[in-house]
Each structure stands twice: as structure tokens, then as C-alpha cells.
């Protein structure tokens, strides 16, 4: 059996772009059961490049357009994923051309 998705903190978004943006961070609220699931929806038409990290500084460096291999994590346009990463990480992004808007939401289940 699976559990549907259900938020534990407030969603953030940003800007993905050719320059990556200042990372965000996506908490838990206080009090809530942590498991450090992530909804990610890319609401855009060009494939962003994730960046992730347990700091702002990580997650901008492994933001980087994949050609052969990297640290990054292809969200594809209008695609909205679930993930597992720690808790209370920081997301950023960038794309090869055009920018999109990513929303991220931590949050339990699938």
C-alpha cells in the first residue's frame, strides 16, 4: 500500500535559468513528522537541471547542465516528481536556455 503525498512545510519556488539562482530552502514545519520526501513540479518547457544540498553553496554547485556526467537531477517540462533527500535541504536550478519555475514542497508519502 502507498500513502499519497501530504505536505509538511510551506512550498518554494524559483527561478531556473541559464545562471542558476540563489538556492532555497525547503523546511518541515515545526513539530511535524519528518521524512524527508520532496514534491517537485516543474512548471515550465525546457528541462531543469536540479541542483541539491544540505547547503545553499551545494546546491549551487551541483546545478550544472548534464552532458555526459553530473550531480544534478533532470526534471523534464511539466513534470511534477517525488523524491527523498535530507531534511530541510536547499534546491536550486538551472537550464540550457529559457528559465522555468520550480516549486518544491517537503512533505511524507508518494
Do not use: D, H, W
Amino acid at each position: 500500500m502507498t500513502t499519497p503525498f501530504a505536505q509538511s512545510g510551506k512550498s518554494v519556488a524559483f527561478t531556473a535559468a541559464t545562471s542558476a539562482p540563489t538556492a532555497v530552502q525547503a523546511s518541515n514545519y515545526e513539530g511535524t513528522s519528518l521524512s524527508g520526501n520532496y514534491r517537485i513540479c516543474n512548471s515550465g518547457t525546457v528541462v531543469v537541471f536540479l541542483g541539491i544540498g544540505r547547503n545553499a553553496t551545494e546546491a549551487a554547485a551541483n546545478a550544472s547542465v548534464l552532458t555526459s556526467s553530473a550531480n544534478c537531477l533532470p526534471i523534464l517540462p511539466g513534470a511534477i516528481e517525488v523524491f527523498s533527500f535530507g531534511l530541510n535541504s536547499y534546491f536550486t536550478g538551472i537550464t540550457s536556455s529559457g528559465t522555468a519555475v520550480v516549486y518544491v514542497t517537503p512533505g511524507a508519502g508518494i
